[in-house]
């Protein structure tokens, strides 16, 4: 048998996909069986070290709703987490559940699952040669870093709002200012605490380096959440944010929703997008950024 062969008949196997859940059969909702017993001892383990070391650097860095429901949802109990059970534990708080699903999600059916308060999370967990970064979201992406924001009242009502906006966004074609919404606030938040910045933004929460980069790199702009500001800015996926967007409290993320997202979308529509590097004169700028880390990684 040829090796291309080989590979194929254990990719078949479902042995050395990265993603063995790729295959999993599926509803409409694309809710898979997380099949819990079937994580080997190496990939709890896996889980455990990507646990130990994001739950180090956090520390003086992720906002205290974070901190505190990492330990009441008992995220430190080790070994990679049931979502049965993290969801019976998450339901008594917020009413909030975690299904399993194989990958990312159609947006209709993405926001459907935030819209009934369920989050969707990916059941696969990286390979060990993807510790540091990988594209897609994995189970300690959405775990660790989207679930504990989930146990705050303010901040899980924002992302049911969210996911009822979204169903409407698809209606009105507006799904990519709303994307920027989520993208700046939901994966890359920042958040005031005591006058100091904290990290609420799940894509940072979940990144050893961006951590550190998003709250202490003299490259980023930091910027005051302003809903419209948001909608218009344009995201880079690949890299560091050249711009991270700083709320005051979820409380003012949720309010700022709350109000009929249609007068925005009628504000932005004809207004041309905002560049990730770009500051306006009208922006309540935090600090603007050096843009060094950028402009060094173009000049290689
Ligand atoms: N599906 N599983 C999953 N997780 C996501 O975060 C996700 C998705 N589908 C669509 C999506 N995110 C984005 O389009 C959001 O910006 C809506
Ligand atoms: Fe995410």
Known sequence: MSSKEHIRSLSEAGLCSKNRYKHAPHGPDFIIDQDWKSYSAAEHDRWDR??????????????QETLRAISTLKLSEGGIP????????????TGWEVVPVAELVPD????????????????FIRPEAELDYLEEPDIFHDIFGHIPMLADQNFSDFMQAYG???????????????????????????????????IFGAGILSSPTETIFSLEADSPHRIAFDLERVMKTDYIIDDFQKTYFVIESFQSL?????????????????????APHETLPTDTLFNAGTLTYFHNKAAH
């Open 50 to 63: 990507l646990f130990a070391r994001q739950l180090e650097v956090i520390q003086g860095r992720a906002c």
């Open 82 to 93: 049931d979502m049965a059970v993290l969801s019976s534990r998450l339901r008594e708080i």
């Open 108 to 123: 209709d059916v993405f926001f459907d699952h935030l819209a009934n308060k369920r989050f969707p999370a990916g059941a």
């Open 164 to 198: 009822k906006g979204g169903q409407r966004a698809m209606g009105l074609g507006q799904l990519k200012n709303l994307a920027r919404l989520y993208w700046y606030t939901v994966e890359f938040g920042l958040v005031k605490e005591a006058g100091e910045m904290r």
């Open 254 to 274: 949720l309010e700022a929703c709350y109000s009929d997202f249609d007068p925005v979308y009628k504000a932005v529509k004809d207004q041309a997008d905002i």
